[in-house]
């Protein structure tokens, strides 16, 4: 039906109007949902890449093919007794995404679909290690104890597990001394300050506190500076007066005047 055709308002035709807008509704609806981005169903995805890194393994002449296909930095430690495998994983990452395979001579661990697979420098026991992750960091840290552990070994084991002992022990006393100084500063300082704070309460508050100016200047007649009622002995202000010439037809003379006010020097 044209837009621009007139048609009878009937029931016939507003019935093809309401079909032909439910067409193109559906037809948008259609190209809105293949313009989606695809739900991704990330259980089933590391199902599958566990079953090929499992199948890689097992092909080959038993050769251990070492990878780090997700690029992750890891750091492998050769301790006494363990080996020490870290991994930086992404910390926001599931950790049940995160699958670890261990085997006497290598490890397998597969997150996020990526395979890092690593050779031991000796064998470990896989049954008795230990895996764990930081809740801060997402770090995966693996502690396997080794297979095969000399006398020797163990010997260096024990030394160096008194010689960790006694370095705390040092470190606790020292600690220990030092908070003892300044416990003791701080006692000192708190005495000092209630001695300081007696002897200011000691002092009396009485008249005797008040500045005592008798006796700074000489009284009359010898009299002493702690008798009362004798006359000051000040010093009087020396004044100089300066004689004025007066030169006229008599000649010279000299005379005071009286309204000039006193030279000070």
Same mark, same amino acid.
């Given at each position: 039906?044209?837009?621009?055709?007139?048609?009878?308002?009937?029931?016939h #035709?507003?019935r /093809?109007?309401?079909?032909?807008?439910?067409?193109? &509704?559906e037809? /948008?609806?259609?190209?809105?949902?293949?313009?989606q981005?695809?739900e991704?169903?990330?259980?089933? =995805?590391? /199902?599958?890449? $566990?079953?090929?890194?499992? %199948? +890689?393994e097992?092909r080959g002449?038993g050769?251990?093919?070492?990878?780090?296909?997700?690029?992750?930095?890891?750091?492998l430690?050769?301790?006494?007794?363990?080996?020490?495998?870290?991994?930086?994983l992404?910390?926001?990452?599931?950790s049940? $995404?995160?699958?670890?395979?261990?085997?006497?001579?290598?490890?397998?661990? %597969?997150? @996020?679909?990526?395979?890092l697979? +690593?050779?031991?420098?000796? *064998?470990?026991?896989?049954?008795?290690?230990k895996?764990?992750?930081?809740k801060?960091t997402?770090t995966?840290?693996l502690?396997?104890?080794k297979a095969h552990?000399?006398?020797?070994?163990? !010997?260096?084991?024990r030394?160096?597990?008194e010689?960790?002992? @006694?370095?705390?022990?040092?470190? @606790?006393?020292?600690n220990?001394k &030092?908070?003892?100084k300044?416990?003791? #500063? #701080?006692?000192?300082q708190?005495?000092l300050?209630?001695? !300081?704070?007696?002897a200011?309460? &000691?002092?009396?508050?009485?008249?005797?506190?008040?500045?005592?100016?008798?006796?700074?200047?000489?009284?009359?007649n010898?009299?002493?500076n702690n008798?009362?009622?004798g006359?000051l002995?000040?010093?009087? *202000?020396?004044?100089? #007066?300066?004689?004025?010439?007066?030169?006229g037809? =008599?000649?010279?003379?000299e005379e /005071?005047?009286?309204?000039a006010?006193? !030279?000070?020097?």
């Amino acid at each position: 039906m044209a837009s621009t055709e007139k048609v009878p308002y009937t029931p016939h #035709t507003r019935r /093809e109007m309401y079909l032909e807008m439910a067409e193109q &509704k559906e037809e /948008e609806e259609a190209r809105r949902r293949e313009n989606q981005p695809k739900e991704r169903n990330t259980e089933a =995805e590391h /199902e599958e890449a $566990l079953r090929k890194a499992r %199948v +890689l393994e097992e092909r080959g002449d038993g050769a251990i093919r070492q990878c780090n296909e997700g690029k992750w930095e890891f750091r492998l430690t050769d301790e006494i007794l363990d080996v020490i495998l870290e991994v930086d994983l992404p910390r926001f990452l599931d950790s049940s $995404l995160v699958d670890v395979d261990v085997h006497p001579s290598y490890v397998s661990i %597969v997150a @996020k679909n990526k395979v890092l697979r +690593l050779k031991f420098p000796e *064998l470990v026991h896989s049954d008795a290690g230990k895996a764990e992750r930081s809740k801060i960091t997402g770090t995966l840290r693996l502690t396997l104890p080794k297979a095969h552990v000399t006398p020797t070994q163990q !010997l260096r084991a024990r030394l160096y597990r008194e010689e960790q002992e @006694k370095k705390l022990g040092k470190d @606790k006393s020292a600690n220990k001394k &030092k908070a003892g100084k300044t416990t003791r #500063t #701080t006692t000192r300082q708190s005495k000092l300050s209630d001695e !300081l704070l007696e002897a200011a309460n &000691k002092v009396p508050t009485d008249k005797h506190r008040a500045v005592n100016i008798r006796g700074l200047v000489k009284k009359d007649n010898g009299e002493d500076n702690n008798t009362s009622g004798g006359r000051l002995q000040m010093t009087p *202000l020396v004044t100089k #007066t300066t004689a004025s010439h007066v030169v006229g037809p =008599e000649g010279d003379s000299e005379e /005071e005047d009286e309204d000039a006010p006193p !030279l000070i020097f």
